[in-house]
């Protein structure tokens, strides 16, 4: 008698009689069947208890999805930007430096010498999914392009040339949008 009520208590058992009672419980469980298989040609009988073993629980009610689920759901895809219309795309801000740090641009000029890197910084806004074409121009000669992916809502990018001393003179960075417009020019010298 006292076993059929542990089999009967399983979660009793597992508190108060530890792990090796629960799996020896479980081992008694998995060799027998717990239920005799209704008899052949009688669709409307039902499983009847196999002695010294207790029913088979009752199934479980299906789950309702909480009420707040829907509009929880609605809340959480309102704030994720979407892909399928492109946004305006702007340049909040294109300066050149001597380098980038932590996103920030390091020695900003206007002029620079000959024989080093010169990095032009670009702060985007809208238009996340799309890209951008920094074209470099050194005396009005297109020498160089460089395509930069537009991550987020607000990005920051950038590319760098390293400048010869042969490129002495006037410079300038194009920052061109997807379809090949010109969004922003800015210029720098080389002495």
Same mark, same amino acid.
């Given at each position: ?19 090796? $009672? ?25 499983? %009847? ?63 620079? %010498?000959?024989?080093?890197r010169v990095y032009c910084l670009t702060r985007l806004?809208?238009?996340?999914? %799309? ?14 392009e460089v395509k930069l992916a537009v991550d987020y809502?607000?990005t920051t990018t950038w590319s760098y040339k390293t400048?010869?001393?042969?490129? $002495? ?23």
């Open positions: 008698m006292k076993r059929l009520a542990l089999a009967a208590l399983p979660l009793l058992v597992l508190a108060f009689e530890g792990p090796a $009672k629960a799996s020896t419980l479980a081992a008694d469980r998995a060799g027998g069947a717990s239920e005799a298989p209704p008899v052949r040609g009688d669709a409307s009988a039902s499983p %009847q208890p196999v002695a010294g073993r207790s029913p088979a629980p009752p199934p479980l009610a299906p789950v309702r999805p909480h009420p707040a689920g829907p509009a929880l759901a609605a809340a959480s895809t309102a704030s994720v930007p979407s892909t399928q219309t492109p946004t305006s795309l702007a340049v909040a801000e294109a300066a050149f430096g001597t380098g980038v740090e932590q996103r920030a641009l390091l020695g900003q000029a206007e002029a620079f %010498q000959a024989g080093g806004t809208g238009g996340p999914g %799309q890209s951008v074409v920094h074209a470099w121009f050194h005396d009005g000669q297109k020498v160089n809502p607000t400048v010869g001393a042969s490129e $002495k003179g006037a410079w300038r960075v194009d920052v061109l949008g997807a379809d090949g417009a010109v969004l922003k020019t800015a210029g720098f010298t080389v002495q």
